[in-house]
């Protein structure tokens, strides 16, 4: 598995931006997929956005022409940017990796989540 260690989240109005990042503890270079989720309170953890080694992305409707998956394989980092925030985009976002390992398939990793809060 791969540490994941996410930044960035906090506090802002509607209509504002912020900028997650997620660090990982080696080369993100070869894993087949890094993402972003979320989990609201009392809701299940949904997919946010996803981008391949190919840097192929997918969007949730929910967040497409407001959110932007990227990734620096250099920095062994993938960001999320978040523009146009809405209330109902308060959530705990989690970074994931999942990565094909020899014999035991796709392996997931999770970071620890960084809250965040839109204010209406």
């Known amino acids: 598995q791969v540490q994941l260690v996410e930044s960035g989240g906090g506090l802002v109005q509607a209509g504002g931006s912020l900028r997650l990042s997620c660090a990982a503890s080696r080369s993100i270079f070869s894993i087949n997929s890094m993402g972003w989720y979320r989990q609201a309170p009392g809701k299940r953890r949904e997919l946010v956005a996803t981008?391949?080694?190919?840097?192929?992305?997918n969007y949730a409707d929910s967040v497409k022409g407001r959110f932007t998956i990227s990734r620096d394989n250099a920095k062994n980092t993938v960001y999320l940017q978040m523009n146009s925030l809405q209330p109902e985009d308060t959530a705990v976002y989690y970074c994931?990796?999942?990565?094909?390992?020899?014999?035991?398939?796709?392996?997931?990793?999770w970071g620890q989540g960084t809250q965040v809060t839109v204010s209406s």
């Open positions: 981008i391949s080694s190919g840097v192929s992305t």
């Open positions: 994931n990796a999942k990565e094909l390992q020899y014999g035991l398939g796709y392996v997931d990793s």
